[in-house]
């Protein structure tokens, strides 16, 4: 049970508070790669001279993340932002579970492994070839590998989705050539069928999220589970064929299928099992649905085998998706906007399609729904389905304007722009320049509108990308916090590498009211 807040007794309650997180934009030394630096973004360079700014850390244990060399993301972003705290995130709780070998013990393990054995059948392992550590990581694919030759599973197929987007933009090759010396060696070693049967680049196959483009997983499903698609006779020439065009990177790269004479390397069939091993959810649902759900409108399967399905970890627990899971997510209770409807907080949170779960399903300890239907609205901007550099304004237009009209009915307002993001993971330096442009156009109406009402503007980001084009993965560059406030009666609070947790406990000051005595400390405190 959550109780409202406790009034402040110094705090002023001005109303609305809103928060414009900025995807994707980090701050970092000015450089040619920099676009967050090289656009011209006059609105923002304002903000961030004021008083009330600060940097915060938005990656590694800032945000639950095993070390301080991993990346943070949005995922794990809104996460920290939504809970007020900081909890274990689902790469820290898979490598703990895979190197304690916890995961391995576990009935659903058992199962799995038995099926194949029992049914003579194949054991197949679909995910990210990677070690980005934001969808999935390598080592848990040859930690899965080396523990199935142990368990006497004779024949395994890998369907690898590549990446170009948390790792270089055209490192696939090295990828694979890894993953066949790890299968070359089980199969010489035991005597195991271990073999690549189908992949594709993680844009184009099997990787949708929030419903966006369920061609892709229509993709994926014809390609992994049907075998149906292109032919090669590896991944690497598959691979090789691609990058015939200069320009393209991994994340494009068409889908694929590996050829074993005249048949697929690897379709799924009738008594196989399927472990997805991504294990980050929101790319990792819509596929999951696909092999789980008895009722399916978004495409025709054409055949659905009889498998048993899990996830690496349960993407949706609301949910129940997938059924079948390794590891439990974390479970994060207590989220702000809990204590803020329990508390009559009237809110509105927005986003367009590719970060609507954010400000939403993330952001609320991953629970999908509302927490009060009375008090709270969603809204999900259309997304447009062409490469996000072919049009980097996305929908922040469309965002703020919707914004503008209500916000006086509101007393908080949460917003995402996913411009830094989605259109940083195109590594196109020019458009995502643009898309900055945009965004800081955005944020002076926005500005603007605020002020009008009477209320605060904070503005902040999740992660960085944008602040570094020598490459299409997140960076571990601080991200921007201000507040915009010219009545505030209050100074920037003197704490140790502050992160995006200790933001939770800063929103509920500014709307008047103590933060829950759990929660990391706020970002401000009274002159």
Request: aromatic share 8%.
């Amino acid at each position: 049970m959550i109780n409202p807040l406790t009034k402040h007794s110094e705090f002023p309650q001005k109303r609305p508070v809103v928060l414009a997180i900025l995807d994707g934009v980090g701050l970092a030394p000015p450089s040619e790669k920099n676009a967050v630096q090289l656009a011209k973004t006059p609105t923002l360079d304002h903000l961030f001279q004021g008083p009330l700014f600060r940097t915060l850390k938005a990656h590694g244990t800032a945000v639950g993340m095993p070390t301080d060399d991993d990346m943070g993301n949005s995922e794990v972003g809104h996460n920290a932002l939504g809970a007020g705290r900081v909890f274990a995130q689902g790469a820290s709780l898979v490598s703990q579970a895979v190197e304690s070998k916890a995961v391995f013990h576990t009935d659903l393990w058992r199962q799995l492994t038995g099926r194949v054995i029992t049914n003579q059948s194949t054991f197949h392992l679909i995910g990210l070839l990677s070690d980005g550590n934001v969808h999935s990581h390598k080592n848990h694919l040859k930690a899965m590998l080396d523990e199935l030759s142990r368990d006497h599973v004779q024949k395994v197929r890998i369907h690898i989705l590549l990446d170009g987007r948390d790792v270089p933009a055209r490192s696939a090759m090295g990828y694979v050539d890894e993953l066949d010396d790890w299968l070359n060696q089980i199969n010489q070693s035991s005597q195991r069928d271990y073999q690549i049967a189908s992949g594709g680049g993680r844009m184009l196959v099997s990787m949708d999220r929030y419903g966006a483009e369920w061609d892709m997983v229509e993709r994926g499903w014809q390609t992994h589970v049907l075998g149906e698609g292109p032919r090669f006779p590896s991944a690497q020439a598959a691979i090789a064929s691609a990058y015939e065009d200069p320009d393209l990177i991994d994340q494009y790269i068409p889908a694929f299928v590996i050829e074993d004479g005249d048949e697929p390397m690897g379709a799924v069939n009738d008594g196989d099992s399927v472990v997805l091993f991504n294990f980050r959810g929101d790319r990792a649902i819509e596929l999951s649905q696909a092999f789980d759900n008895d009722e399916f409108i978004h495409f025709d399967r054409k055949r659905r085998p009889d498998v048993l399905y899990a996830g690496m970890m349960q993407y949706d627990g609301d949910l129940h998706i997938p059924k079948n899971y390794l590891v439990s997510p974390p479970k994060i209770d207590g989220s702000v906007a809990e204590y803020m409807c329990a508390s009559g907080i009237k809110t509105l949170a927005i986003s367009e399609t590719q970060k609507y779960g954010h400000v939403t399903f993330f952001w609320n300890g991953n629970k999908s729904g509302k927490v009060a239907d009375a008090l709270e609205d969603y809204v999900e901007i259309p997304s447009d389905t062409i490469p996000f550099n072919q049009a980097p304004a996305m929908k922040a237009q469309e965002i703020t304007d919707y914004v503008c009209q209500v916000i006086t009915n509101y007393d908080f307002i949460r917003i995402n722009y996913p411009n830094g993001d989605m259109v940083g993971h195109t590594g196109d330096l020019h458009a995502v320049i643009e898309s900055m442009e945009a965004v800081d156009v955005s944020i002076a109406q926005l500005a603007d509108a605020v002020k009008d009402a009477g209320g605060i503007l904070v503005v902040l980001a999740d992660h960085g990308n944008a602040d570094d084009m020598t490459k299409t993965a997140h960076t571990l560059n601080p991200v921007p916090f201000v507040i915009v406030d010219e009545d505030a009666n209050y100074r920037l609070a003197n704490l140790d590498t502050p992160g995006l947790a200790n933001v939770a406990a800063t929103l509920c000051n500014l709307l008047g009211f103590d933060a829950p005595n759990h929660y990391d400390d706020s970002l401000i405190q009274l002159s």
